[in-house]
T-cell receptor
Framework: DAKTTQPTSMDCAEGRAANLPCNHS???????VYWYRQIHSQGPQYIIH???NNETNEMASLIITEDRKSSTLILPHATLRDTAVYYC??????????????FGKGTHLIIQP | KAGVTQTPRYLIKTRGQQVTLSCSPI?????VSWYQQTPGQGLQFLFE???????NKGNFPGRFSGRQFSNSRSEMNVSTLELGDSALYLC?????????????FGSGTRLTVV
């Protein structure tokens, strides 16, 4: 699975959009981009995933660049409860994906009141 | 619907003992994975099961083992416990093989080895 690079930490004001970047320059054509988050003392929570088209669900939007070398997770109206560590994971989606999910260090997003 | 249930939530064991942790996936989910989380190593993959078959195994010693039953419930076992096995053990389930639609994680079992 391709390696990802994320900033260590980010701040965002409550009510604003939080934009979390992820670089995955070695991504392969059959690898998806997955985002999870982990709120302190809880298990990780799946947020969204995509292959090459932008995706949106009730939690967030995922924007993937045309060359697929980077992506941005957008939380449109951040609340204090969105304070968490966010993990960007690149993984083969169909028929593969050895060794489970590879969680890096993620981005610690802190929402400021 | 009910989430992923892990039991027990907390456990204290002595070095050299063995421990069994249990995970009940979301109803209908056939894929179950286990992860270990420690402050030093972060989240690390242990193993993954789908329809009672082990699909993948992470880089852990043979003291760590698991199994999945016909009802998709899973157990993991750690024998000859070491102090370094103290960690949060997380179980995750998915409806599709290898979590293609995303995994749902449980709240974990916090194991302390003394």
């Amino acid at each position: 699975d391709a390696k990802t690079t994320q900033p260590t930490s980010m701040d965002c004001a409550e009510g604003r959009a939080a934009n979390l970047p992820c670089n995955h320059s070695t991504i392969s054509g059959n690898e998806y981009v997955y985002w999870y988050r982990q709120i302190h003392s809880q298990g990780p929570q799946y947020i969204i995933h995509g292959l090459k088209n932008n995706e949106t669900n009730e939690m967030a939007s995922l924007i993937i660049t045309e060359d697929r070398k980077s992506s941005t997770l957008i939380l449109p109206h951040a609340t204090l409860r969105d304070t968490a560590v966010y993990y960007c994971i690149v993984r083969v989606g169909s028929g593969g994906g050895a060794d489970g999910l590879t969680f890096g260090k993620g981005t610690h997003l802190i929402i400021q009141p | 619907k009910a989430g992923v249930t892990q039991t027990p939530r907390y456990l204290i064991k002595t070095r050299g003992q063995q421990v069994t942790l249990s995970c009940s996936p979301i109803s209908g989910h056939r894929s179950v994975s286990w992860y270990q989380q420690t402050p030093g190593q972060g989240l690390q993959f242990l193993f993954e099961y789908f329809s009672e078959t082990q699909r993948n195994k992470g880089n852990f010693p043979g003291r760590f083992s698991g199994r999945q039953f016909s009802n998709s419930r899973s157990e993991m076992n750690v024998s000859t416990l070491e102090l370094g096995d103290s960690a949060l053990y997380l179980c995750a389930s998915s409806s599709l093989d290898r979590g293609r639609d995303g995994y749902t994680f449980g709240s974990g079992t916090r194991l302390t080895v003394v």
